[in-house]
């Protein structure tokens, strides 16, 4: 069985910084990503990284301040957030995709999801 588990949310500060994990049990992926859902908006893409760790990507609201980072041995991925706003206050979720040609920051391109964790950023 396929299970994403995040951790590593929270509250903080603006300016602050937050790490999130995300560990899979159940099988490998090509590639695994992190998207956000703030209230009352639709979910967003964030980031992601291929298994290879060859190809990176970032939503250009988050670039310079957010690294992704995975851990093969573990199966496990990370979200690093530095200098965090307010405006990156939302629900981030996990997400896992087999390979396949398909675009690596579109919602629909991931077959796995985490249950989500919050991060909120006070001014």
């Known amino acids: 069985q396929v299970q994403l588990v995040e951790f590593g949310g929270g509250l903080v500060q603006a300016g602050g910084s937050l790490r999130l994990s995300c560990a899979a049990s159940?099988?490998?992926?090509?590639?695994m990503g992190w998207f956000r859902q703030a209230p009352g908006k639709e979910r967003e893409f964030v980031a992601a990284?291929?298994?290879?760790?060859?190809?990176?990507y970032y939503a250009d609201s988050v670039k310079g301040r957010f690294t992704i980072s995975r851990d093969n041995a573990k199966n496990t991925v990370y979200l690093q957030m530095n200098s965090l706003k307010p405006e990156d206050t939302a629900v981030y979720y996990c997400?896992?995709?087999?390979?396949?040609?398909?675009?690596?920051?579109?919602?629909?391109?991931?077959?796995?999801w985490g249950q989500g964790t919050q991060v909120t950023v006070s001014a």
């Open positions: 997400a896992a995709r087999p390979p396949a040609p398909r675009t690596p920051m579109a919602l629909e391109s991931y077959d796995y």
């Open positions: 159940g099988r490998t992926f090509y590639a």
């Open positions: 990284k291929t298994l290879s760790g060859g190809s990176t």
